[in-house]
T-cell receptor
Framework: DAGVIQSPRHEVTEMGQEVTLRCKPISGHDYLFWYRQTMMRGLELLIYFNNNVPIDDSGMPEDRFSAKMPNASFSTLKIQPSEPRDSAVYFC???????????FGPGTRLLVL | AQSVTQPDIHITVSEGASLELRCNYSYGATPYLFWYVQSPGQGLQLLLKYFSGDTLVQGIKGFEAEFKRSQSSFNLRKPSVHWSDAAEYFCAVAPPGEYGNKLVFGAGTILRVKS
């Protein structure tokens, strides 16, 4: 299996622009997670889905952030408008089910100027 | 407040020496416990996890961890470190009731291995 796939791997944008991060989970995994990693806040869970349905979005920082999972093989995390403080590495992870191992993608490194 | 603490930001050990990375948690009940490793520019990889049962857990790459309820700790150990173990290590917990889904990560410990 190819593992969790994220695109793009690097993104540089200007403040105010819309940013869309993409994730393809491992085939057959029912859970999908979005994390953000920064020096100041460390690694934090933003939102997770079960069977394409958002279960917990309490970690989403504000309304500028939104996430969707239109089908079992694709999810997006969108930031609109982006701000410099959104600069971070964003990870997507997937798992087979409750209490199963979460497999992480390589991350998207976002820089907002 | 509920939290996960990794007291050591950086640790340097000699190749072949033993290693112990510390992790403490603060929750009302025993959470699910995990150790992940992150190599530079990579995602996280699970080393081991503890849900219940035997308090000494064996993981991949020769790592083990011991859960100590009385100390609210879940320290990671390896008897002999290899240069390829240089990476950042994260302790994580899933609070009781979250069934291992909603991971809360510690700040991480960067391991440097000197030859």
């Amino acid at each position: 299996d190819a593992g969790v796939i994220q695109s793009p791997r690097h993104e540089v944008t200007e403040m105010g622009q819309e940013v869309t991060l993409r994730c393809k989970p491992i085939s057959g995994h029912d859970y999908l997670f979005w994390y953000r990693q920064t020096m100041m806040r460390g690694l934090e869970l933003l939102i997770y889905f079960n069977n394409n349905v958002p279960i917990d979005d309490s970690g989403m920082p504000e309304d500028r952030f939104s996430a969707k999972m239109p089908n079992a093989s694709f999810s997006t995390l969108k930031i609109q408008p982006s701000e410099p403080r959104d600069s971070a590495v964003y990870f997507c992870a997937s798992s087979l089910g409750t209490q199963e191992t979460q497999y992480f993608g390589p991350g998207t490194r976002l820089l907002v100027l | 407040a509920q939290s996960v603490t990794q007291p050591d930001i950086h640790i340097t050990v000699s190749e072949g020496a033993s290693l112990e990375l510390r992790c403490n948690y603060s929750y009302g009940a025993t959470p699910y416990l995990f150790w992940y490793v992150q190599s530079p520019g990579q995602g996280l990889q699970l080393l081991l996890k503890y849900f219940s049962g035997d308090t000494l857990v064996q993981g991949i790459k020769g790592f083990e961890a011991e859960f100590k309820r009385s100390q609210s700790s879940f320290n990671l150990r390896k008897p002999s470190v290899h240069w390829s173990d240089a990476a950042e290590y994260f302790c994580a917990v899933a609070p009781p009731g979250e069934y291992g889904n909603k991971l809360v990560f510690g700040a991480g410990t960067i391991l440097r291995v000197k030859s």
